[in-house]
C-alpha cells in the first residue's frame, strides 16, 4: 500500500502530522483553560485534581512522600524517548500491524478491501501503548529526575491499581490485555487505521473533498489545509466552532499511499483529544451523539 504512516521520525508524514498536532494543540491552548491536561485523568502526578470541570474526578495517581509532581512525564520524556511513535514518547510501542482492529477482522462491504491488512498509525500506537492494557501505567523510558530508577511514593489506595502501576478495573483498557498478554484485541472497537469514508481519488487541487466524491457517501465532506508542503484533512464541528482547523474538529491523519497520493485516515486522536479537560477527551461533544453525527450521516 506504499508508505505507511507509522514507521518512524524519518517519514515526511511523521513530521507533517506532529506540526499540525502541535497547530492544533497551541489553538487549543489560546482558547481557555478547557484544554488543560493538568486538570484531567491524564495527570497521573501527585497533582491529579480532586475533580475537574468536567468531571475528571481522578482513579490513577501517585501519592505519599516523594510522589512526584510532574504532569507530562508519564506519556513524554526530554531526551532518550523509547519510540518515534509521539513525540519525546516514553514508552515502547507495538508494531503497526500488531492489532486485531474492527475493520480488519469484521470488515462490511462498504469498507475498502484492504481492510484484511489493516495498520495502525503511530499516533494510534501511542494511545494504545497506555490503553491496550499490556504495560503498566508507570512504565517509563526515564523516570522524573537525574538518574533516577523509580519513582517515589506509590499509587494512591482504593483505585484499582497494583503498586506496579497495572489498572485492575479503573484504566480505559481497550485491548483487553494484562501485563504479560498480547492486548491486540480491538475487534469491539471503532475501527482505526481505516481511511476516512472509504478513500477518494486524489488529486492536488482537493481541498473540501464533499461527499459524494468518497467510497462510502455515508459521511460528511472534509476540509483540508497544507503542512510542510503535505494535505491534512479534517471534518469540520457542526456548530459552535471557530472558522478553519481546530482541536474541536474531528482531525484526520494524512498517509501517502504512493504514487504522490494521499489519503486521510482515522485514528484514536481523530475523535480524542488526550491533553483537553472535556468529557472522554472528545474533541466534540457526546450529548446528542454530535461526535458521532459530524461524520456520519444519519
Excluded at 33 to 39: F, G, H, N, T
Excluded at 171 to 181: E, K, S
Excluded at 255 to 280: F, I, K, M
Aim: with cysteine; charged share 10%.
Amino acid at each position: 500500500m506504499g508508505t505507511q504512516f507509522g514507521k518512524g521520525l524519518a517519514q515526511v508524514f511523521h513530521r507533517a502530522t506532529y506540526a499540525a498536532v502541535l497547530a492544533v494543540g497551541a489553538l487549543g491552548l489560546m482558547q481557555g483553560a478547557d484544554a488543560q491536561v493538568v486538570d484531567t485523568k491524564h495527570n497521573l502526578s501527585a497533582t491529579a485534581p480532586a475533580a475537574g470541570s468536567q468531571g475528571a474526578t481522578r482513579v490513577n495517581y501517585y501519592t505519599g512522600a516523594g510522589a512526584t509532581t510532574q504532569v507530562c512525564v508519564f506519556c513524554h520524556t526530554p531526551h532518550g524517548a523509547a519510540s518515534a511513535a509521539a513525540p519525546l514518547w516514553q514508552r515502547v510501542v507495538k508494531a503497526d500491524n500488531y492489532y486485531q482492529t474492527y475493520g480488519s477482522v469484521n470488515a462490511s462491504p462498504t469498507m475498502e478491501a484492504d481492510q484484511a491488512n489493516v495498520t495502525v498509525g503511530s499516533v494510534s500506537l501511542a494511545c494504545l501503548s497506555c490503553h491496550d492494557g499490556t504495560q503498566a501505567i508507570n512504565t517509563m523510558a526515564n523516570k522524573p529526575g537525574s538518574g533516577n530508577n523509580a519513582l517515589g511514593g506509590d499509587w494512591a489506595a482504593g483505585n484499582n491499581l497494583t503498586n506496579s502501576g497495572l489498572s485492575t478495573t479503573s484504566m480505559a483498557n481497550l485491548g483487553g490485555g494484562t501485563v504479560g498478554t498480547d492486548g491486540k484485541d480491538l475487534q469491539n472497537d471503532h475501527p482505526i487505521g481505516i481511511k476516512y469514508a472509504g478513500g477518494f481519488t486524489y488529486s492536488v487541487s482537493n481541498g473540501v473533498v464533499t461527499n459524494n466524491a468518497f467510497a462510502d457517501t455515508a459521511f460528511r465532506s472534509t476540509s483540508s489545509t497544507v503542512v510542510n508542503n503535505v494535505p491534512v484533512w479534517y471534518v469540520e464541528k457542526a456548530a459552535g466552532n471557530v472558522a478553519g482547523r481546530d482541536k474541536n474538529d474531528i482531525q484526520l491523519y494524512t498517509r501517502s499511499t504512493g504514487g504522490g497520493n494521499y489519503q486521510p485516515y482515522v485514528e484514536c486522536a481523530s475523535c480524542h483529544d488526550p491533553h483537553a479537560n472535556a468529557e472522554l477527551f472528545m474533541r466534540v461533544p457526546v450529548a446528542g451523539s454530535e461526535i458521532c453525527l459530524t461524520c456520519h450521516i444519519k
